[in-house]
């Protein structure tokens, strides 16, 4: 007789977001396998319908607390891709500066206090906070210097200020510009002793191939801004053509609407952007790579977590870069704006479609926004990253629990807990978009 | 002296208010020498299934299950504190309530709409009474640190009640409303230390509007300036629909 | 010495010099038509032609927000005074802002001492500096007399062409320019020109309002219930700016602010204004000026009734910033002369 195994995992902890895990086993066949997202849904892109192409920003950045800068700037993008508006290449290098912060910031976030606990066997890093103080402290002042350096440039991390439609309400003046390098150069210290950390440890094993979904650019730059949409099987498109993308659908077996492109499903994240763009990579992040022994194409998702190691070392020092690049050139004051609503029609406006793509910590994000010619938002829609990975997550799912069944239940569980964590899944912003499937 | 047990639970929200919480740094382990962390989701796995000392509340309520959920917390919780816009006030949530149910459910979700429930978004205190609210979207970290040390204390605080204008020309800015542009902090309540104009862009009114505006002599400053009065209600939408709900 | 000259050549050797004895304070452009005082090094960042600044410099004397003590309560009580006070000099200050920090010291030597306030003064030099000509339409600083200097400060500047005249009143302003070495003697030419100059700006500046001022106290006395106030009061939104501009304003809020834990902390002072909608309030919720005509009325007779009835002085220095900055557009001199019209 086979195995009867029954996993409900409700409201899964160290997620950002509210879903639950529900697996089926039944005489030795898996019967069901989901990730149910149960998150109340918020209704964004109506609410955006009749307000202003300039408060766009402002708005979506209240999709997500952690990637609030990644929902701004995509927000930006489309808007400035919809009226016409081209931005100054000091202002784009900021953004630049301000993407990497919170890829940053959220990659460390989840390696410290998301998943490392799994790894250590504890519920959390609370009773790390005796047993690992040093590291508990590590993390949380990582943390925080990504917070400054934020606090610095855009006010806050957490729904950006300065960042606006245009450019940059505010620009860093020779001290700001001194403060940032001195917080960003002081991380190096507690960076190594990450990776050190990091290269400990020791990630389940899953090995399933598919597709993976990064923004590509012919320049010499691991993209996270700007780009066309590139994959691993060998599909490239302009961010206009999204749709094509993403090819949203509904499984008849569940209501949860599903993306896929060449395969069955693909993934975004940091993992498939090291899959896309390994080549571009800075220097730096090679080395951690192959001290950890990453190369493409690594397809066990478990190692999403070591990919967005190899990631922050690629944002740190691109980061230090950028802050470098204006203490040598400076920063040109006369380019801060004072745009609010536009009601001095400084930025001119006309109508317009517009499309932003940009990779934010857990993959590609998409913003569309169609405006009238007086600037106000007439439709809109956003997709993001991970909408876009439920599928994959299911099939990994489905992939996994058949080679685990000699396991015991607990053991299952927290093997499916641990490959959903490894995402990173962020919840809360799929919860707009992403059906609900309720199991009774 | 046993430390008081302290619980965070979100709803509809960004969760931005608890990364905050995250982002205090070491800070955060002093904060955790006086509390005991019973239950947070987001960055812990142990559950409370028991009463504790204090609940903070982030999100809106904008479902049925969300109605009996925060009843049931406010049943366990001695004190709950309410933080971020969207808990004290309705916040960006509250934008839905501009629309008929049916048509946003139908507009976003279009033939699965029946299976969203959803119901017109209140502020937590609009549904269970609440003991301190920290306004602002996100909270700002200063005065989250100040409620929660009066919270710890047993002492009452008080929301200031008067106008972001009154820290912004402490913080010496050029008012915007000089450079031609509307901005809402005439009739936003302070406490963030007029973060946003700070940084040089306009104040959104997160933290709610003071208790007694007066409507029509701000009306009339919009007129002197130049700005449409339509634009700046519509602003004042954004984060204070949630106030026409009685 | 008295006087002395200073050649506007080496104005910044002066102001580089006197930056490296103590921190120096002077009005910087912020932004079109506006300014602040701020630290400076040298000459070429400071904005001679200033209107009055954003805040006025009393915000180096009583701080927006100050700490007044610390306490530790872990074992019986303890307190101890904190006053975190700074040396500096400021450079530029016009004599409007050199009658509002008059004013200020008035009040605060009055009893109980602020000493607070007095040890910050006592670390603050201050370099005045003359307006041969109107800031702009909003002053109305004739009428209260501070369109000329009356003392009050370490050294007088006034701008005479292609070079400064400096009155040094005080010891201390002559040690620091004996410091800088940077001054010649002034002439007999020098004093006529200045003679000249004051002569000239009796042309100038006349009364604003055409209102005898010592009438002034009598008809806010007699104006209590008059409609002006109604009208201000329909208009206000209380946004707190009259109040936190003013030179001579100066109520304050005190709070404490415990650490976790609640057993050691601080006592902090912050501004306040009774233009705050709370302000009046007492315990159990009675509210004496609940209405915004009252505190209209309030603020207006703090300026030019009460003072004057305690003091002898006008608490108005006539910089006009509170009509400047005022949202709804609320005049100061407007409601002068609306009152006077009604009382004359």
Not at chain 1, 173 to 191: C, F, H, R, T, V
Not at chain 1, 290 to 298: H, I, L, N, W
Not at chain 3, 46 to 75: A, G, N, V
Not at chain 3, 266 to 271: D, E, F, H
Request: hydrophobic letters at 40%.
């Amino acid at each position: 007789m086979g195995k009867n195994i029954k996993v409900n995992v409700e409201y899964l902890t160290r997620v950002e977001g509210h879903g639950n895990i529900v697996v089926n086993v039944n005489d030795g066949v898996l019967e069901e396998c989901k990730l149910e997202i149960v998150e109340s849904p918020r209704f964004f892109e109506g609410m955006l319908r009749g307000r202003s192409i300039f408060e766009a920003q402002h708005v979506t950045s209240r999709i997500c607390g952690i990637c609030a800068c990644g929902h701004s700037l995509a927000s930006i993008q489309a808007a400035e891709d919809a009226i016409g508006f081209k931005p100054s290449d000091q202002t784009i290098r900021l953004r630049k500066l301000l993407l990497h912060m919170e890829n940053l910031d959220s990659h460390l976030l989840h390696i410290y206090l998301l998943v490392a606990p799994d790894l250590l066997g504890v519920k959390s890093f609370v009773p790390l906070i005796d047993s690992h103080n040093k590291v508990v402290r590590r993390a949380l002042r990582m943390k925080k210097t990504c917070n400054d350096v934020c606090d610095i440039l855009a006010g806050r991390h957490i729904h950006p200020i300065s960042s606006i439609v245009g450019g940059w309400t505010k620009l860093p003046d020779e001290k700001a510009l001194d403060a940032m390098l001195a917080y960003l150069n002081g991380m190096i210290p507690d960076m190594n002793a990450t990776i050190e950390l990091a290269a400990g440890l020791k990630f389940p094993e899953l090995q399933r191939d598919t597709e993976y979904v990064a923004l590509v650019s012919d320049d010499g730059e691991y993209p996270l801004l700007m780009g066309d949409v590139g994959s691993t099987d060998g599909v490239r498109m302009n961010k206009k053509d999204y749709k094509k993308i993403t090819n949203e659908f509904v499984v008849p077996h569940s209501s949860a609407k599903h993306t896929k492109l060449s395969r069955e499903s693909y993934a975004v994240g940091a993992l498939a952007r090291f899959n896309v763009n390994y080549s571009k990579l800075r220097k730096e992040a090679k080395d951690i790579a192959a001290a950890v022994g990453m190369k493409p194409k690594v397809t066990n998702p478990y190692l999403n977590t070591v990919a967005q190691l190899i990631e922050c070392a690629e944002s740190l020092y691109d980061a230090i870069d950028i802050v470098k690049h204006f203490k040598e050139k400076g920063v040109d004051h006369s380019e801060a704006v004072v745009v609010g609503l536009n009601e001095q029609k400084r930025i001119l406006v006309k109508a317009g479609s517009g499309v932003g793509a940009v990779e934010v910590p857990r993959g590609l994000l998409f913003h569309h926004y169609e405006v009238d010619d007086k600037g106000i938002i007439v439709n809109a829609n956003c997709i993001i990253p991970t909408g876009q990975n439920c599928n994959n997550i299911e099939h990994d799912m489905k992939k996994l629990v058949p080679e685990i069944l000699d396991k015991s239940e607990a053991e299952i569980t927290l093997a499916l807990e641990m490959l959903v964590r490894a995402y990173d899944p962020c919840i809360s912003c799929s919860a707009h978009f992403l059906d609900v499937k309720f199991v009774r | 002296m046993t430390k008081p047990k302290v619980a965070f639970f979100d709803f509809a929200c960004c969760e931005g208010c608890q990364l905050q919480v995250a982002n205090l740094g070491e800070a955060l382990l002093d904060i955790l020498e006086v509390i005991d962390v019973v239950e947070f989701r987001e960055v812990m796995s142990e559950k409370w299934p028991q009463s504790f000392d204090i609940a903070i509340i982030e999100g809106s309520i904008t479902t049925s299950h969300a109605v009996e959920r925060i009843k049931e917390i406010r049943a366990r919780s001695k004190v709950l504190i309410a933080y971020g816009s969207c808990a004290t006030i309705g916040g960006v949530n509250g934008m839905k309530n501009n629309y008929e149910l049916k048509d946003i459910r139908e507009y976003v979700y279009k033939d699965k709409a029946e299976f969203f429930d959803t119901i017109p978004t209140r502020a937590v205190h609009q549904v269970v009474n609440v003991d301190y609210s920290v306004n602002g979207c996100p909270i700002y970290p200063p005065e989250f640190i100040r409620i929660l040390k009066a919270a710890l204390a047993g002492l009452p605080y008080h929301v200031p009640d008067n106008s972001v204008c009154v820290e912004c020309k402490l913080n010496e800015n050029i008012c915007l409303f000089e450079r031609g542009i509307s901005c809402a902090g005439p009739i936003t309540r302070s406490g963030c230390n007029s973060w946003c104009v700070n940084n040089g862009n306009i104040c959104y009114g997160c933290r709610g509007m003071v208790s007694n505006p007066n409507e029509n002599g701000f009306k009339a400053v919009l007129e002197k300036y130049d700005i449409t009065v339509d634009m700046i209600m519509n602003k004042m939408n954004m984060y204070n629909k949630c106030r026409e709900i009685k | 010495m008295q006087n002395a000259i200073l050649r506007k050549s080496h104005l910044n050797d002066f102001i580089s010099k006197l930056a490296v004895i103590e921190k120096v304070m002077a009005p910087v452009a912020k932004g079109p038509n506006h300014y602040a005082f701020e630290e400076v090094k040298s000459a070429k960042e400071i904005s001679l032609q200033y209107i009055p600044t954003i805040l006025p410099p009393k915000k180096y004397f009583m701080p927006q927000h100050e700490t007044l003590l610390e306490y530790d309560t872990r074992e019986g009580q303890k307190m101890h005074a904190v006053a975190e006070v700074e040396k500096m000099v400021l450079f530029g200050v016009h004599t409007c802002d050199l009658a509002g920090i008059q004013c200020l010291n008035i009040v605060f030597s009055d009893r109980p001492k602020d000493l607070n306030y007095l040890i910050h003064k006592n670390k603050i030099a201050i370099i005045g500096f003359e307006c041969n000509n109107y800031c702009d339409e909003h002053a109305s600083c004739a009428l209260m007399g501070n369109h000329i200097p009356k003392g009050g400060y370490d050294m007088f500047f006034t701008d005479l062409g292609d070079y400064f005249f400096i009155h040094v009143n005080t010891q201390l302003g002559e040690e620091l320019l004996d410091k800088t070495g940077v001054y010649e003697e002034a002439k007999i030419e020098h004093m006529n020109a200045l003679e000249d100059l004051r002569a000239k700006k009796k042309e100038i500046f006349k009364n604003e309002v055409d209102v005898d001022k010592n009438m002034i106290p009598e008809y806010f006395k007699k104006g209590f219930d008059s409609a002006v106030w109604d009208d201000l009061g329909e208009r206000c939104i209380s946004c707190g700016n009259c109040t936190n501009v003013c030179p001579t304003c100066y109520c304050f809020d005190v709070y404490d602010d415990p650490d976790l834990g609640a057993k050691t902390g601080k006592r902090i002072r912050v501004w306040d204004s009774c233009q705050n909608e709370p302000f009046a309030r007492v315990a159990g919720g009675e509210s004496f000026r609940s209405q915004r005509k009252d505190r209209k009325r309030h603020r207006f007779n703090r300026k030019f009734r009460y003072p004057v009835e305690r003091y002898g002085k006008f608490f108005c220095t006539g910089c006009g910033r509170c009509t400047r900055v005022c949202m709804a557009k609320i005049n100061l001199k407007d409601t002068i002369k609306s009152l006077a019209k009604e009382y004359k």
